[in-house]
């Protein structure tokens, strides 16, 4: 018999993301390079941007720097960026279905900036007790003390807790301490998998 009391909810790709096709080349008329482009220059400071050592701000400068673009184009860039967070389908339903019952926490890998304005887009930070997050903790979610770290704030032991992500790699840091973990995919197959811990909705 399941004893959960607290389940964890990654944020990026569990929760929310940011659409990665671009099918009527709006940044490529807005700033004059692919969305492609663009994250891809990303990749190169986003382990700074998610332990909270810069914001939204220079991030947006440094890609464009990267890319030989305008200073101008920052405000551009977060704006094309921002419209282009989606909800995951299906996710909210099963957030309203589990509020209430289950103690819910995120622990999301972002900037600060890009954490609140998912969240703000869709109105969601009421459905979690408390929010962690990279950019606070100033480690990444492949390191095993920021799931210690949640724990022990939440006064939780690792059997009592279940966390939902879509990297297999965190899924397996939060297991390696005990923690029951489900691997995201879609909601359907969530919903399927939270009733294996006797969580229905």
Same mark, same amino acid.
């Given at each position: 018999m399941?004893?959960?009391?607290?389940?964890?909810f990654d944020l990026n790709l569990t929760v929310?993301?940011?659409?990665f096709d671009d099918p009527d080349d709006r940044y490529k008329d807005k700033l004059g390079v692919s969305k492609k482009a663009l994250f891809h220059a990303?990749?190169?400071?986003?382990?700074?941007?998610e332990t909270g050592k810069f914001g939204q701000?220079?991030?947006a400068q440094r890609i464009i720097k990267e890319l030989n673009l305008s200073p101008e184009k920052g405000p551009e860039t977060l704006r094309l960026l921002r419209e282009d967070i989606y909800l995951v389908d299906g996710i909210e339903q099963i957030l309203a279905g589990l509020y209430g019952k289950y103690r819910l926490i995120m622990?999301?890998?972002?900037?600060?900036d890009f954490l609140h304005a998912k $969240?703000? +887009?869709?109105?969601?930070?009421?459905?979690?007790?408390?929010?962690y997050c990279t950019c606070y903790?100033?480690?990444?979610?492949?390191?095993?003390?920021?799931?210690?770290?949640? $724990?022990? +704030?939440?006064?939780?032991?690792p059997s009592d807790c279940l966390f939902i992500d879509d990297n297999p790699e965190f899924i397996g840091v939060a297991q390696s301490i005990g923690i029951h973990t489900i691997l995201f995919a879609n909601s359907s197959q969530l919903r399927e998998d939270l009733e294996k811990f006797s969580i229905f909705i």
């Open positions: 399941w004893m959960i009391s607290t389940i964890i929310v993301g940011v659409r990303a990749v190169a400071h986003w382990e700074e941007f701000e220079e991030l622990l999301a890998g972002d900037g600060e $969240l703000d +887009k869709f109105n969601l930070k009421h459905y979690f007790s408390k929010i903790e100033g480690i990444r979610k492949i390191d095993p003390q920021i799931y210690h770290n949640v $724990l022990v +704030k939440e006064r939780i032991a």
